[in-house]
């Protein structure tokens, strides 16, 4: 099967890159009450202090606050200057430092499909992941069990705006339609790779690498994306395991 070539370019930076390689970075936290121009003031100073936002999220907190994540190029110690400006925006209560979510999370694998496939699936990938990450490795595992096309077929395409997001696992007895069609625009569109499980169904057809064992599975979505490790989508790539 052919490689999109923004896959290509994706799986080679994923595949080469370790949090431990990143330059010096820094995350801000904010809770805040929520308005509106809020984030449009918070941006308009990173601008003013020519700080570059590497990535942003925003969402609403249970006391209907806006908690807002900002990581910026900046390492540590220039930070102070911008928490203190930023600490006097209208509406901000609060504001601290973070260290940048790759350092901790690192490096993520998606597990998606039916509740027992993806236990499986689950537990290989968590067991190797283990053996990575104590080498240097920030690999996690995050995983839904869910059943229906349209369900799952959404949630393939959410992975396409998941930050970190590296390789997407399809585990299920019975995967096609329009499932099919995310697995390609996830490929196409995004450049995410994507594992099926032998299953029945046209998604094997669409998907890098079929693999029959779901723990395999797993431990080979692992193996797919360390730097550490040797195996490599394109000598993998298409093949039954």
Known sequence: MEIP?????????IKQHTASDEAPGIVYELIAEDRIGLIADITALFSRFNTNILYFQSWETHDDHTHILIQSQDPPEEGEALLKALQNIS???????RPPASRTFG???IVIGGGA?????????????????IRGETIS?????????????????AVGRLHRAGLLVLAGALMGGEITKAVTELRE???IPVISLNMAGSVPEAADLVVTDPIQAG??????????????????????Y
Do not use: C, P
Request: proline residues 0%; positive net charge.
């Open 5 to 13: 070539d923004i896959l290509k370019k994706r799986y080679d930076w």
């Open 91 to 97: 509406s901000v209560n609060r504001v601290a430092l």
């Open 107 to 109: 490096k993520r694998i």
């Open 117 to 133: 496939q993806v236990a499986q699936v689950a537990s290989g990938a968590i067991s190797e992941a283990d053996r990575h990450n």
């Open 141 to 157: 595992v995050d995983t839904i069990a869910i059943i229906g096309e349209t369900e799952i077929a959404a949630a393939v395409r």
């Open 189 to 191: 569109e995004y450049g």
């Open 219 to 240: 431990v080979m979505a692992v193996m797919l994306i360390s730097h550490i490790g040797k195996f490599d989508l394109y000598n993998a790539q298409g093949k039954g």
